[in-house]
T-cell receptor, first 119, second 107 residues
């Protein structure tokens, strides 16, 4: 079955960076877009961006451009999301999720990674 | 960006009764609308895409409808395991946006 397994929770200080990994299994990693989303405590979901694992092409929501980098290693079916310049508003659960074909709804999700930004 | 609005914010329904959740888009998204269920402490789970196409493994008591700007998620006979927050998401326009969610309580 499709499985997306993310790295563990992290606590970061303001101004720091964080890198979250997402390891895919159960499907052809290079055949699907891989997205990153986040959910602040008690809030809704916010789409951050995607990567096409086959080419490495990325696309980000405007509010994250310049502050987020997404990469992938196809040899180990893993994508990475790095967010820089962390502030308290970046405290959230970060999810990776897969979309199918040219339609950007999310049919499989990682378990989520809690990122806490605190001094 | 397309703003998605859900109502009500909280809905309390007795087991066996019908639950109706609404989602509106600030501009047409045609049928490019998905619904998700998120139980406490879990990742979201896809319920519907294309407004009304049921995802794999979703029980038949769940149904999705609508197009354009108005969408509805209906649970025909509520079960205790349906306690969750439900989100709608449009994927017609970049960036892809979500509603704030409807929390479904079991009476």
């Amino acid at each position: 079955q499709v499985l997306l397994v993310q790295s563990g929770a992290e606590v970061k200080k303001p101004g720091a960076s964080v890198k979250v990994s997402c390891k895919a299994s159960g499907y052809t990693f290079t055949g699907y877009h891989l997205h990153w989303l986040r959910q602040a405590p008690g809030q809704g979901l916010e789409w951050m961006g995607w990567i096409i694992p086959n080419s490495g092409i990325t696309n980000f929501a405007q509010k994250f451009q310049g502050r987020v980098t997404v990469t992938r290693d196809t040899s180990i079916n893993t994508a990475y999301m790095e967010l820089t310049g962390l502030t308290s508003v970046d405290t959230a659960v970060y999810y990776c999720a897969r979309s199918t074909g040219g339609y950007y709804y999310f049919d499989s999700w990682g378990q989520g990674t809690v990122i806490t930004v605190s001094s | 960006e397309v703003v998605m609005t859900q109502s009500p914010a909280t809905l309390s329904v007795s087991p066996g009764e019908r639950a109706t959740l609404s989602c509106w888009a600030s501009q047409t998204v045609y049928s490019n609308l998905a619904w998700y269920q998120q139980k406490f402490g879990q990742a979201p789970r896809l319920l519907f895409y294309g407004a009304s196409a049921r995802a794999t493994g979703i029980p038949a008591r769940f149904s999705g409808s609508g197009s354009g700007t108005n969408f509805t998620l209906t649970i025909s006979s509520l079960q205790s395991e349906d306690l969750a927050v439900y989100f709608c998401q449009q994927y017609n326009n970049w960036p892809y946006t979500f509603g704030q969610g409807t929390k479904l309580d079991i009476k």
